[in-house]
């Protein structure tokens, strides 16, 4: 099974670092936000899955691949979950017994598989492979456009999978060395949170609210995420990012600069 995490992104990327990571530019406090925004029943509620979806699809990073380059395809899933009371997202550490990226946060998900009907089907198939999630508790809210490099395409998607524990998964330990939750609260403090500025000019954040840093294109893809699902709460920007275009092209691969 080919898996595909942030490695294949940031590879060659990393070689090009010449800012490392800074604190973003100065943005308004937790304290200073209602509470309430935060809140399942508020996030959860239908007015705002609505709008989340719809949010999702409205940009798109600026292209940097060519139509004719052979690209290919790949999703993962981004899991909106309950943990100890609160909204997070379910992240996996990859295993330390894989060749590349090992010790790497992601999220699940993998190559598409020729038997999978859909790029959905292919980040919910991981999603059980991996965390032995299954099929029937993973509410699918929607999906992202397609994000990636190096000729790969990755898909987002947003699903709601309910209650989580991460320690009492049946983890997949060929793939997955370990489970956690970040909090939405913890995702949205800027005081948890960093970017890194690339020779090229696009930007990545970096959040480190957990022991675990989350950086490269999972952490490229928890920002669109956040932004499309609580746009009133999280306020990150990313300097230096080159700016992202409403969607008006052809192409399907998208670089990470992302509002």
């Known amino acids: 099974?080919?898996?595909?995490?942030?490695?294949?992104?940031?590879?060659?990327?990393?070689?090009?670092?010449?800012?490392?990571?800074?604190?973003?530019?100065?943005?308004?406090?937790?304290?200073?936000?209602?509470?309430?925004?935060?809140?399942?029943?508020?996030?959860?509620?239908?007015?705002?899955?609505?709008?989340?979806?719809?949010?999702?699809?409205?940009?798109?990073?600026?292209?940097?691949?060519?139509?004719?380059?052979?690209?290919?395809?790949?999703?993962?899933?981004?899991?909106l979950c309950m943990h100890k009371g609160e909204l997070g997202l379910l992240y996996t550490l990859r295993s330390t017994k894989l060749n590349t990226s090992r010790g790497q946060v992601s999220f699940p998900g993998g190559m598409h598989d020729k038997d999978d009907k859909t790029l959905e089907e292919t980040a919910i198939r991981e999603t059980w492979?991996?965390?032995?999630?299954?099929?029937?508790k993973i509410d699918v809210w929607g999906s992202g456009n397609p994000m990636g490099r190096q000729h790969v395409s990755v898909l987002p998607v947003l699903a709601y999978i309910g209650d989580i524990e991460p320690n009492e998964l049946q983890l997949n330990t060929d793939e997955v060395e370990e489970a956690f939750?970040?909090?939405?609260?913890?995702?949205?403090?800027?005081a948890k949170s960093r970017f890194t500025q690339f020779r090229d000019s696009f930007t990545l954040p970096t959040y480190l609210a957990g022991k675990h840093r989350v950086w490269g294109l999972t952490a490229a893809i928890t920002h669109v995420i956040m932004k499309a699902l609580v746009p009133n709460v999280y306020k990150h920007k990313l300097a230096y990012a080159q700016p992202v275009h409403e969607i008006n092209s052809a192409s399907n691969i998208t670089n990470l600069s992302v509002p």
């Not at 492979?129 to 029937?136: K, N, S």
């Open 181 to 190: 939750v970040l909090s939405l609260n913890n995702l949205c403090d800027p």
């Open 129 to 136: 492979e991996e965390l032995r999630i299954p099929r029937e």
């Open 1 to 79: 099974m080919n898996i595909v995490k942030e490695s294949f992104v940031c590879r060659s990327a990393s070689r090009r670092l010449f800012l490392r990571s800074t604190p973003v530019e100065p943005q308004r406090r937790l304290s200073g936000i209602n509470g309430n925004d935060l809140k399942a029943d508020i996030i959860l509620s239908a007015n705002n899955r609505k709008g989340c979806v719809k949010n999702l699809k409205l940009y798109r990073p600026a292209s940097r691949s060519s139509n004719r380059e052979e690209v290919s395809k790949a999703a993962v899933l981004v899991p």
